[in-house]
């Protein structure tokens, strides 16, 4: 029987400066679209209707997205049809286009509901001065956590290299979804905000268990086996998150329900981001750190 001899992996073929070129030239690209509609539009992504204000109403009529359209004395900021729902829209106003109450009047002086059923299906309202605040609280709350998180990182290793990576590789956790956010047009919802809030947690899960192996529960002798230690048990626990968040978005695209799409798409993205930065990023700062940082 012909037997495979499996070559010993080179892991000196790529220099520190190599591999960590790969995640920083990606966050760079991030952090430029994030700073692009940040300028552009005053937000890194889209604003949902809880952050700017207006009403939501969902009609079942028989009418044609245009006919909805030219209901109105406003002008609707969006009209979407909903998945695996005939004859029903979504339709989104900003702050300025009257209250609920007008617009359902409206609507129901223009439009038929379809089938005989009621035409407004569901009416959502916010004030655009508690939206205001809501998004402030909003901010306060993900830059609280990224704060409580970088403090954690420093108060459990109190070195600096592998703290500043924990903290480098969430802050790249978030940007990347936040820019492709910005890129597809993914609305900043309150929602949305618990998923990045979500992926600070998986972000300091992985890249702590890493730094943990390497630094406190190695065997103190050879660097890539503690490193591979620490990958078998945080790629198995990304990869299940990933597969469960993505199966979660595919069910929810099937079922119209947007809000978990988008959450879904999101924790994807976000964990696809963490396995580069964790084991690119955050594995080359602990390499130069043991070889080169260290002083012996």
């Not at 049809?81 to 004859?87: I, K, L, Y």
């Not at 899960?205 to 943990?212: A, C, V, W």
Request: glycine content about 8%; overall charge negative.
């Amino acid at each position: 029987m012909r037997q495979f001899d499996v070559p010993e992996p080179d892991y000196d073929r790529y220099t520190n400066r190599q591999l960590v070129a790969i995640p920083l030239v990606i966050l760079l690209l991030a952090v430029l679209v994030v700073g692009a509609n940040v300028l552009l539009i005053g937000a890194p992504a889209p604003l949902g209707i809880e952050f700017t204000g207006g009403t939501e109403l969902t009609v079942d009529t028989s009418a044609s997205s245009g006919e909805v359209q030219s209901a109105f004395d406003s002008q609707p900021e969006s009209i979407q049809s909903v998945e695996g729902e005939d004859d029903r829209y979504i339709v989104t106003f900003g702050p300025d286009a009257g209250s609920a109450s007008e617009l359902q009047q409206q609507a129901e002086g223009s439009l038929e509901p379809s089938q005989g059923d009621d035409l407004i299906q569901g009416v959502n309202s916010f004030d655009a001065t508690f939206a205001e605040n809501t998004q402030q609280l909003a901010l306060l709350g993900v830059v609280f956590a990224f704060i409580g998180m970088s403090v954690i990182a420093f108060a459990l290793f109190r070195v600096f290299v592998p703290s500043v990576a924990i903290v480098i590789s969430a802050f790249s956790d978030i940007m990347i979804p936040l820019a492709v956010m910005g890129l597809i047009g993914f609305e900043l919802t309150l929602g949305t905000v618990a998923a990045l809030l979500m992926l600070i947690g998986y972000s300091v899960d992985s890249d702590i268990l890493l730094n943990n192996h390497v630094l406190r529960r190695g065997t103190g002798g050879d660097f890539y086996d503690d490193v591979y230690q620490a990958m078998k048990t945080g790629v198995t626990m990304t990869l299940t998150s990933l597969a469960a968040m993505a199966t979660m978005a595919v069910v929810a695209f099937f079922f119209g329900i947007d809000l978990l799409v988008t959450i879904g798409a999101i924790l994807v993205i976000g964990l696809i981001a963490d396995l580069m930065n964790t084991y690119m990023m955050n594995v080359t700062l602990l390499r130069w750190y043991r070889f080169e940082g260290v002083k012996r």
